[in-house]
């Protein structure tokens, strides 16, 4: 079944503890983009990469670092959490671009105490 | 991305269709509009998207204006798991992101 796993789904950490989200599709696609989505902001992409080793920030990347060494995984590093962090997390993945259809994983809820 | 603008909210009967309307008059010749919907908290989930024609998939059916200023999404038969937000969005060729406006909240009613 084609899909984007993201793990943990729930987790709730204290602040400045480093901490990983991992995303995994099994499409083979090229591009992938982190979303945070809070209430009254809507979703906000965090970064995105457009194929292996090529990553950039979307519009909210501050606290947040990714990498891409493979094409089926895009982790989300937070490298020292704070609470303005606390959000819901979404992966999403495509052939290529915005323009392609996304496929979305199932959310991280994050809580940073 | 070109702007679009939707209901805030709207609803219907179970069983019944439910027509969302979005605005996109700024939508150029080569940008297709997408449509996506978010039920409560999960992640959102691709719909249908087209560029001039009306499109039809087992989820729903896109009717696009000739002018392609506006757009209808169609749900012929709307059930209590339809409830969710909709999103219309329409990407430019050179986007990296797709921009999630406020959408519609549709509610199904029993």
């Known amino acids: 079944e084609a899909q984007v796993t993201q793990n943990p789904r729930y987790l709730i950490t204290v602040t400045g503890k480093k901490l990983t989200v991992t995303c995994s599709q099994n499409?083979?696609?090229?591009?992938m983009s982190w979303y945070r989505q809070d209430p009254g902001l809507g979703l906000r992409q965090i970064y995105y990469?457009?194929?292996?080793?090529?990553?950039d920030k979307g519009d909210v990347p501050e606290g947040y670092k990714v990498s891409r060494k493979e094409k089926r995984n895009f982790p989300l590093i937070l490298e020292s959490p704070s609470p303005n962090q606390t959000s819901l997390y979404f992966c999403?993945?495509?052939?290529?671009?915005?323009?392609?259809?996304?496929?979305f994983g199932p959310g991280t809820r994050l809580t940073v105490l | 991305d070109a702007k679009t603008t939707q209901p805030t909210s709207m609803d219907c009967a179970e069983g019944r269709a439910a027509n969302l309307p979005c605005n996109h008059s700024?939508?150029?010749?080569?940008?297709?509009v997408y449509w996506y919907r978010q039920i409560h908290s999960q992640g959102p989930q691709y719909i249908i998207h087209?560029?001039?024609n009306n499109e039809t998939n087992e989820m729903a059916s896109l009717i696009i204006t000739e002018d392609r200023k506006s757009s209808t999404l169609i749900l012929p038969h709307a059930t209590l798991r339809d409830t969710a937000v909709y999103y219309c969005?329409?990407?430019?060729?050179?986007?990296?992101?797709?921009?999630f406006g406020s959408g519609t909240r549709l509610l199904v009613r029993p």
């Open positions: 999403a993945s495509s052939v290529q671009g915005a323009r392609d259809t996304q496929y």
């Open positions: 499409m083979n696609h090229e591009y």
């Open positions: 990469s457009m194929n292996v080793e090529v990553t």
């Open positions: 700024t939508i150029s010749g080569n940008e297709y």
């Open positions: 087209g560029l001039k």
């Open positions: 969005i329409v990407p430019m060729d050179s986007s990296y992101k797709l921009i």
